[in-house]
């Protein structure tokens, strides 16, 4: 995700992103189902920031590529936060 992430160039996904990137490591560093359904839970609210942009625009790439990229680290986050009701 780090090429991908330096290639959008707005200055509030690159800010947003450092919080996403230290979460998502704080994340894979945690033991049990439990633990890590605690930081998906704030790695999600940390993307529905960048999703909820007031500057985002349909026709812009990096609001594209910004929206992908969020989309898939939500549902990433979805999915561990379910598996914690599995274990």
Do not use: W
């Not at 839970?41 to 940390?46: D, H, M, N, P, T």
């Not at 898939?72 to 936060?81: S, W």
């Amino acid at each position: 995700m780090e090429k991908e992430s330096r290639a959008i160039g707005c200055p509030k996904f690159l800010r947003q992103e450092d919080a996403i990137k230290g979460i998502t490591d704080t994340l894979n560093a945690a033991k049990g189902a439990a633990a890590k359904a605690e930081f998906a839970g704030e790695l999600k609210k940390a993307v529905d920031l960048l999703l909820s942009c007031e500057d985002h625009d349909d026709k812009e790439s990096d609001c594209r590529n910004c929206h992908f990229i969020g989309q898939i680290r939500r549902k990433t986050a979805d999915l561990i936060m379910r598996a914690r009701n599995l274990a």
